[in-house]
């Protein structure tokens, strides 16, 4: 008979919320800032990734990302991330958010970027099956003009991996503010990209940030969105529009300190019947994987085997490859998610 905890690292997972730098794995770190001469607080690994602060953190995600400058490197580090995944956690597919501004500082141009990246992903996928798209992320701390640049050079080099537009950091003020960026997403939709947004997530997010990002920037997935609990009509809109969230349990207890228990704004979102999909966010660097999201965090929110099951199928729904790879991509999770549920009432 098959225990809870291997269904649920066996159950097949599409992730929908992955910063790709995040996926670099810590040796593979250490040996790229090593190239390039990038220091590091500590050589020990272990203690590498054991935060004092949000500043350690961001100190070590920073040489990830200044560690990034060779295509070579860019295609191994795509490629190992998704050799980890699928032996942590079963994974089938998975989107990325890539910022295209901050490889391009590094002297990385997009097309170079976008061509490294596939390299990587199309390996992994020819060996492990694991399916892939892109999503060029907003850096909101660039402000809104350079957010209208970033998608001006997205459409002038279309490419069939990159689908839509997305955001990591915070605006200077710190804040999620979705409507600064409100032209970008405007051209972003008119040319048919597809749209998701990082609202509802930090201290001083609300309610009105999701709502925001739905009635005016038009997205279709929301990118955490937990405040969304606190407005019963925020919520209600939210779940008849069937708008998708991409949800990161070890994120929020990492940035937000949220305990993951039963009261967790994602476990209340699971019950309030929202479209809720389960990702890793920053998955190295919070010392986490796809598995541990739904062995140890959904586990904790008391989030039952048959709705851990739902979720996963729902990652897949809410993909934003075309629609024949989606169907292949359910017909194998359904098939691999009957053969768990009977090998676990065995
Ligand atoms: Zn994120």
């Not at 800032?33 to 054991?50: Q, V, Y």
């Not at 950091?169 to 749209?195: K, N, V």
Request: glycine share 6%; aromatic share 6%.
């Amino acid at each position: 008979m098959l225990s809870d905890t291997e269904f649920l690292r066996l159950l097949p997972k599409a992730e929908l919320h992955c910063h790709f730098i995040a996926t670099m794995r810590v040796t593979t770190l250490q040996e790229l800032t090593g190239k390039h001469g990038i220091p590091l607080r500590t050589d020990d690994l272990d203690e590498l990734l054991d935060y004092e602060g949000l500043p350690d953190f961001l100190d070590v995600f920073h040489a990830a990302q200044q560690a990034m400058r060779d295509p070579a490197d860019i295609s191994r580090v795509a490629y190992e991330g998704v050799v980890d995944a699928v032996r942590a956690g079963n994974l089938r597919y998975r989107e990325y958010f890539v910022n295209p501004d901050n490889f391009a500082e590094l002297g990385v141009d997009y097309p170079t970027l976008i061509d490294a990246l596939v390299d990587g992903f199309d390996r992994a996928e020819r060996e492990l099956g694991v399916g892939y798209r892109l999503i060029a992320a907003i850096n909101r701390s660039l402000g809104p003009e350079t957010a209208v640049a970033m998608v001006e050079t997205v459409i002038a080099h279309p490419h069939p991996a990159v689908v839509g537009i997305g955001q990591d950091y915070l605006t200077p003020e710190l804040t999620e503010d979705p409507l600064r960026f409100r032209d970008a997403y405007q051209l972003a939709e008119r040319h048919g990209l597809r749209l998701t947004a990082h609202v509802g997530e930090t201290i001083g997010a609300s309610p009105r940030n999701v709502r925001d990002a739905i009635e005016v920037l038009h997205v279709e997935r929301i990118d955490h969105g937990y405040r969304v609990v606190d407005d019963p009509e925020a919520l209600a809109a939210a779940r008849d529009a069937g708008v998708a969230f991409t949800c990161t349990p070890h994120s929020t207890h990492e940035l937000s300190a949220w305990e993951l228990e039963p009261d967790h704004r994602i476990a209340q979102m699971v019950r309030a019947g929202l479209r809720v999909t389960i990702a890793t966010d920053d998955a190295v660097f919070f010392k986490t994987d796809i598995g541990r999201e739904y062995t140890v965090a959904l586990a904790q929110m008391g989030v039952g085997i048959e709705d851990a099951a739902r979720i996963a199928r729902a990652g897949f729904e809410a993909a934003w490859c075309d629609e024949a790879t989606k169907t292949r991509l359910l017909a194998d999770a359904d098939g691999l998610i009957a053969a768990l549920t009977a090998a676990r009432e065995g």
